[in-house]
C-alpha cells in the first residue's frame, strides 16, 4: 500500500469517527466537512480529479453549507438535550456492531480475488462530462437543483418560527 493512500484513509475515518462522537451538532458538521475533504484527497490519488473537484464543490461546499445552515437555523443542540441513562449501553453494542461490520468487511476483502495488472479506464476529459451534463442532462440538473432550492427555502420556513407554535412546545 501507498503511504499516502494510507494517511488519506486515516484521515477521512478519523475525522468521520470524531464526527460521530462529538455532542456539539456545530463541531459534528464541520469534522463531517473534513470526512468528504478526504474522500475527494482519494479521488485525487486515484486520478479521478473531476470526481474530486465535484466532490469538493457539491459535498464541502454546498451540503456541508446547507446542513450548516440547518444546524445554526433550528438553534438546538446535543449539549441541549438531557443524556440519556442507557447511552453507555448503547455505545457498547455501537462498538461491537462496528467491530463485526469491520471483520466481515476484511474477510470479504481478503478472500476477493483481483485481477492480475491494473485495468485502463476509458479515456474521457473533463470536456466531455461537461457536454453530457449540460447536453442532453441540462433539463435533468435544472429539475434537480429547483427541487432542492425549494426544500431548503420549505426548511428553512419551517425552522424560522419566531415563537412556540404550540402551549407545550419547547423551543
Not at 484521515?11 to 469517527?17: C, D, M, N, R
Not at 473531476?50 to 444546524?71: D, E, H
Not at 438535550?81 to 466481515?104: D, W
Request: charged letters at 10%; aromatic letters at 8%.
Amino acid at each position: 500500500m501507498n503511504a499516502a493512500l494510507i494517511a488519506i484513509a486515516l484521515f477521512t475515518v478519523g475525522t468521520a469517527v470524531a464526527a460521530l462522537s462529538r455532542r456539539n451538532l456545530l463541531h459534528s458538521v464541520l469534522l463531517l466537512a473534513g470526512s468528504w475533504t478526504g474522500v475527494a484527497a482519494f479521488f485525487l490519488w486515484a486520478g479521478a480529479e473531476f470526481a474530486a473537484f465535484a466532490q469538493v464543490l457539491i459535498y464541502v461546499g454546498a451540503i456541508s453549507m446547507v446542513v450548516l445552515f440547518a444546524v445554526l437555523l433550528t438553534r438546538r443542540s446535543r449539549d441541549d438535550l438531557a443524556p440519556e441513562p442507557a447511552a453507555r449501553g448503547r455505545a457498547f453494542y455501537a462498538i461491537l456492531t462496528g467491530t463485526a461490520v469491520a471483520a466481515v468487511l476484511l474477510v470479504t476483502v481478503g478472500r476477493t480475488a483481483f485481477p492480475p495488472g491494473p485495468a485502463l479506464p476509458p479515456v474521457l476529459t473533463v470536456g466531455q462530462i461537461g457536454d453530457q451534463l449540460m447536453g442532453p442532462q441540462a433539463a435533468a440538473l435544472l429539475v434537480v437543483g429547483v427541487l432542492l432550492t425549494v426544500a431548503i427555502l420549505g426548511a428553512v420556513v419551517l425552522a424560522a418560527r419566531d415563537g412556540p407554535a404550540e402551549p407545550g412546545d419547547r423551543r
